[in-house]
């Protein structure tokens, strides 16, 4: 199927950022890049108005549209890996980024923890740093009548539900987030890195398959770091319960969960009370996803392994501390949250 792929790629700039978009597309020149500007740079700030003349930049001959954003970092053999993506699930749209504090990562994460290639979009927008369309999809949002909004990752995230299209992540993630200055107000957000970055993924063992739980524990800043759970409703649509649905549902005795996560985070000396507390709800989440990965039809016999599971449990502490800062937040710490979760995961799952 990925022989019959023809894809069209635009990088997606303001006018300030140009330079760098120029940069990225000469360091992929096998991508072909058309580039897009903002028509109205001195109007009111808005994603949409430049993603729409992104999308509007497919070629005719094209069946398949990606548009990255200017602080875009591709993988190496990037385009290969797309290509073969794209063969796997040509219908779909295909997000090669999401970012590490967001709901979808920790789907990523389940993904990754079983072993699966693709992790459906939970959030309420559609990650757009690096985004691939169906060229006819790509079309029509450019030519659609939007609603006024600037955010264009909601105005996807509505055409797409609205047409029908199923909208997923590529895990690992292909595409990473610079960052840097954001011109969209953004930076309150602190660092939005990749949830699954590898800088040369492997590509091997790639299926089709759609890792789509009714329940997906996550944790999010959104939320003032409390642990919660997603509960899939009727129509698709999500529901936000407390984290501790994921034990109930699963006959677990909360109490000893609890005392089981206090005592690791206990171990650490010198924490503040706000790591404590995010300590202890990045272990709640993570023992919530092995509880869910044990009884999913994509589990493992045994514990996680490999750069993609290494790398989304990594994140995860550093998605939750996004907002304190490097300064402010030891490495140590880092690595000692992102272990908890992987411990977290295996007695979940145990």
């Known amino acids: 199927m990925a022989a019959d792929v023809v894809l069209s790629a635009t990088i997606m700039a303001h006018p300030r950022r140009r330079a760098d978009a120029l940069a990225l ?15 109205d740079p001195g109007g009111p700030s808005s994603a949409l108005r430049t993603a729409r003349v992104a999308w509007g930049m497919a070629r005719a001959d094209a069946t398949h549209h990606l548009v990255v954003q200017d602080d875009a970092r591709l993988c190496a053999g990037f385009l290969p890996l797309v290509r073969q993506a794209i063969g796997l699930r040509p219908r779909d749209a295909i997000c090669l980024f999401t970012e590490w504090g967001s709901d979808s990562s920790y789907n990523v994460r389940l993904a990754a923890l079983g072993g699966s290639t693709f992790a459906q979009v939970v959030d309420h927008y559609i990650p757009t740093v690096a985004l ?5 999809a790509a079309r029509e949002f450019a030519g659609r ?8 990752d909601i105005a996807l995230r509505h055409f797409l539900d609205e047409k029908g299209v199923s ?8 595409v990473d987030h610079l960052g840097g200055e954001s011109l969209r107000g953004n930076a309150a ?22 890792v789509a739980p009714a329940v997906l524990p996550v944790l999010s800043t959104m939320d003032g770091g409390i642990p919660r759970c997603l509960v899939r409703g009727d129509h698709g649509g999500w529901a936000r319960r407390d984290a501790f649905h994921v034990l109930r549902s699963h006959g677990v005795d909360a109490q000893a969960v609890i005392s089981q996560g206090k005592d690791v ?5 010198g924490l503040g009370q706000k790591e404590r507390n995010l300590f202890f709800g990045l272990w709640l989440t993570g023992y919530s ?6 009884t999913a039809a994509h589990a493992r016999s045994g514990p996680p392994a490999g750069p993609e599971v290494t790398r989304s449990l990594e994140s995860a502490s550093s998605g939750i501390l996004r907002t304190a800062g ?9 690595t000692a949250m992102a272990d908890g979760v992987r411990r977290a995961w295996e007695a979940g799952h145990a």
Request: aromatic share 4%.
């Open 25 to 39: 597309r000469a360091r992929h020149p096998e991508m072909g890049f058309t580039l897009a500007l903002d028509p």
């Open 132 to 136: 691939v369309l169906p060229a006819d």
């Open 145 to 152: 009548s939007l609603p006024d909004i600037p955010e264009d």
């Open 167 to 174: 909208q997923v992540v590529l895990v690992p993630n292909l």
């Open 189 to 210: 957000m602190g660092e939005r890195r990749a949830a699954c970055f590898l800088p040369a993924p492997r590509g091997t063992g790639w299926s089709g398959h759609v």
């Open 265 to 269: 985070v206990e171990g650490h000396a």
């Open 289 to 294: 996803l092995g509880l869910i990965a044990r």
């Open 326 to 334: 490097d300064q402010a937040v030891p490495q140590a710490l880092r």
